[in-house]
């Protein structure tokens, strides 16, 4: 008789403003997880899954002694969390095959060797060999269908998925680096998540590109959704879409048509040099506030995220630019502000690298929009406290607050209450702090992070770096930093093997160890 296997499956997160608490409220929810958990054969397999961004640091000692297997993966800057796992999970149950994928293992995937006994950089049906080959064939799930049954997370939104990559190549952009080719699912497949999710408030497309380059299944898409949405499955749906959707007239009607309630864009900047330099040229076509506007005119909220190259942009012109989002109502205020990231693999982390950019002793923790690792144009003092103000747009707040009425007046009758709501929150948060930034920095073990300084090199580590239990010595090393430079500011000899410019590890030739 077959076995029943038990496999454990987490999200592994670091959180950038170095709270301790999950974030269940945070949309997107990681569904990553859920999708893996496909590749096991559900008659044989007993699965558990856990998100570290929805539910905090995973410490449930008495977990880690119960499975045979787990599957952890990540962001690229979740990394140092996934050594972590692997040190936990080795220590009280050995004889756990530790699988671990996603961003961080496609980034660095010579240097995981260390750290698990499975490297998967490719896709999640990568996951289906390693199953076969560890326990049989007997224990694989050919349909690899989402299990979003296992997901406590989601709750009103389900989350599916149409397409993967993007078939555009903007510098600063983990797709690029990676270098895959964007595909689309079949619409049977489509058809398959979204009756899985089962009734929502909202179904929210985590594809990077909905909209992509294959016309005909853009609007197949768009006649399934309608279909789904008449017959009253969800009540609307989102999807992030790249700016090229805008250029045709009709496909705003057509998703609006369908039930389409917001779309999300990558603006980046309002600034055409920095746009250029991003090599996101998609953004250029339209001037940015007539699209806006056009897609609010025609129902639809507009979602977007700000990045600040301060590399090469001063603290005024940045600051310029920010007075004008918060003084121009026709526009919503970004959903997020960061400091441009130069995320491994991509060309803006070699131009950056080429260009003698970085800090000394950058940790990859620290990649993440939050945390100084680039000399800045303007000094490291002026930065820090752009930093420190950003997150509440300390300055702005009559501005933002005269924005938040000017824009409910503008579109009141235009859209909906909840799409009101969700379109003028990001000015509600930013006006009531305590709201967004409820950092939660007092750990759950009792410990409190010290004082963040904002910048890489003196940046502490956190208190997530100290094991919860005493570890054998071996396991020591992986509660160390990643460190991506060194004291000169130069690539480390530990990430060399995978990132070395022209010597980088092709990532169609590493697969499972
Ligand atoms: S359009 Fe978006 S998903 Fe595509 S490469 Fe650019 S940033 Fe990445």
Same mark, same amino acid.
């Given at each position: 008789?077959?076995?029943?296997?038990?496999?454990?499956?987490?999200?592994?997160?670091?959180?950038?403003?170095?709270?301790?608490?999950?974030?269940?409220?945070?949309?997107?929810?990681?569904?990553? #997880?859920?999708?893996?958990?496909?590749?096991?054969? /559900?008659?044989?397999?007993?699965?558990?899954?856990?998100?570290?961004?929805?539910?905090?640091?995973?410490?449930?000692?008495?977990?880690?002694?119960?499975?045979?297997?787990?599957?952890?993966?990540?962001?690229?800057?979740?990394?140092?969390?996934?050594?972590?796992?692997?040190?936990?999970?080795?220590?009280?149950? #050995?004889?756990?095959?530790?699988?671990?994928?996603?961003?961080?293992?496609?980034?660095?995937?010579?240097?995981?060797?260390?750290?698990?006994?499975?490297?998967?950089?490719?896709?999640?049906?990568?996951?289906?060999?390693?199953?076969?080959?560890? &326990?049989?064939?007997?224990?694989?799930?050919?349909?690899?269908?989402?299990?979003?049954?296992?997901?406590?997370?989601?709750?009103?939104?389900?989350?599916?998925?149409?397409?993967?990559?993007?078939?555009?190549?903007?510098?600063?952009?983990?797709?690029?680096?990676?270098?895959?080719?964007?595909?689309?699912?079949?619409?049977?497949?489509?058809?398959?998540?979204?009756?899985?999710?089962?009734?929502?408030?909202?179904?929210?497309?985590?594809?990077?590109?909905?909209?992509?380059?294959?016309?005909?299944?853009?609007?197949?898409?768009?006649?399934?959704?309608?279909?789904?949405?008449?017959?009253?499955?969800?009540?609307?749906?989102?999807?992030?879409?790249?700016?090229?959707?805008?250029?045709?007239?009709?496909?705003?009607?057509?998703?609006?048509?369908?039930?389409?309630?917001?779309?999300?864009?990558?603006?980046?900047?309002?600034?055409?040099?920095?746009?250029?330099? &991003?090599?996101?040229?998609?953004?250029?076509?339209? /001037?940015?506030?007539?699209?806006?506007?056009?897609?609010?005119?025609?129902?639809?909220?507009?979602?977007?995220?700000?990045?600040?190259?301060?590399?090469?942009?001063?603290?005024?012109?940045?600051?310029?630019?920010?007075?004008?989002?918060?003084?121009?109502?026709?526009? /919503?205020?970004?959903?997020?502000?960061?400091?441009?990231?130069?995320?491994?693999?991509?060309?803006?982390?070699?131009?950056?690298?080429?260009?003698?950019?970085?800090?000394?002793?950058?940790?990859?923790?620290?990649?993440?929009?939050?945390?100084?690792?680039?000399?800045?144009?303007?000094?490291?003092?002026?930065?820090?406290?752009?930093?420190?103000?950003?997150?509440?747009?300390?300055?702005?707040?009559?501005?933002?607050?005269?924005?938040?009425?000017?824009?409910?007046?503008?579109?009141?009758?235009?859209?909906?209450?909840?799409?009101?709501?969700?379109?003028?929150?990001?000015?509600?948060?930013?006006?009531?702090?305590?709201?967004?930034?409820?950092?939660?920095?007092?750990?759950?073990?009792?410990?409190?992070?010290? /004082?963040?300084?904002?910048?890489?090199?003196?940046?502490?580590?956190?208190?997530?770096?100290?094991?919860?239990?005493?570890?054998?010595?071996? &396991?020591?090393?992986?509660?160390?930093?990643?460190?991506?430079?060194?004291?000169?500011?130069?690539?480390?000899?530990?990430?060399?093997?995978?990132?070395?410019?022209?010597?980088?590890?092709?990532?169609?030739?590493?697969?499972?160890?």
């Amino acid at each position: 008789m077959t076995r029943k296997i038990r496999v454990l499956i987490i999200n592994c997160y670091l959180d950038e403003t170095r709270r301790f608490k999950g974030r269940p409220h945070f949309i997107p929810q990681a569904v990553g #997880p859920a999708y893996l958990a496909g590749a096991f054969a /559900p008659q044989h397999a007993e699965l558990k899954l856990y998100s570290e961004l929805h539910s905090g640091p995973f410490e449930d000692e008495k977990l880690m002694s119960w499975p045979d297997m787990v599957v952890i993966t990540g962001m690229t800057t979740a990394f140092d969390r996934m050594r972590h796992m692997s040190a936990y999970f080795r220590t009280k149950n #050995p004889k756990a095959v530790m699988v671990a994928g996603g961003q961080a293992i496609r980034a660095l995937p010579e240097r995981s060797r260390e750290f698990f006994d499975y490297v998967c950089i490719g896709d999640v049906e990568e996951l289906q060999d390693v199953v076969r080959e560890v &326990f049989g064939q007997a224990y694989v799930s050919p349909a690899m269908d989402p299990r979003f049954d296992l997901i406590n997370w989601m709750g009103f939104i389900g989350y599916v998925e149409s397409s993967r990559n993007c078939n555009f190549k903007c510098s600063f952009c983990t797709l690029t680096g990676e270098g895959n080719k964007y595909s689309v699912y079949d619409i049977d497949h489509l058809a398959r998540q979204i009756e899985a999710v089962g009734r929502r408030t909202c179904i929210l497309f985590v594809d990077n590109n909905f909209y992509g380059n294959d016309r005909d299944f853009f609007h197949a898409k768009l006649d399934l959704l309608k279909t789904y949405w008449k017959k009253k499955a969800f009540g609307g749906w989102s999807a992030l879409v790249t700016n090229d959707f805008f250029a045709k007239e009709e496909n705003l009607r057509l998703a609006r048509e369908s039930g389409c309630l917001a779309l999300f864009s990558g603006v980046e900047s309002f600034d055409a040099e920095q746009l250029t330099r &991003f090599r996101k040229k998609q953004n250029l076509i339209l /001037p940015q506030v007539q699209t806006i506007r056009n897609c609010l005119d025609n129902g639809v909220v507009f979602q977007y995220g700000v990045i600040f190259d301060t590399t090469k942009r001063s603290l005024a012109e940045i600051h310029d630019e920010i007075d004008f989002i918060t003084r121009t109502p026709e526009i /919503p205020l970004p959903a997020f502000m960061n400091l441009t990231i130069p995320i491994l693999r991509t060309p803006y982390f070699y131009e950056c690298l080429d260009e003698g950019l970085f800090l000394p002793n950058t940790k990859l923790r620290d990649m993440d929009g939050n945390t100084l690792v680039l000399k800045p144009k303007d000094s490291v003092e002026e930065v820090v406290q752009f930093l420190r103000d950003m997150p509440t747009l300390r300055g702005y707040k009559r501005q933002v607050a005269k924005h938040a009425v000017n824009f409910y007046r503008h579109y009141r009758k235009k859209l909906t209450i909840p799409q009101m709501i969700s379109a003028v929150g990001n000015s509600a948060l930013l006006c009531l702090p305590a709201l967004a930034h409820n950092h939660g920095t007092l750990f759950k073990r009792g410990k409190k992070s010290e /004082p963040r300084t904002y910048v890489t090199g003196s940046e502490p580590i956190g208190p997530l770096y100290k094991p919860l239990f005493s570890l054998p010595d071996r &396991f020591q090393s992986y509660f160390e930093p990643t460190m991506v430079t060194d004291a000169d500011g130069q690539l480390c000899d530990e990430l060399r093997p995978d990132l070395e410019q022209n010597k980088a590890v092709p990532l169609a030739r590493v697969s499972v160890n």
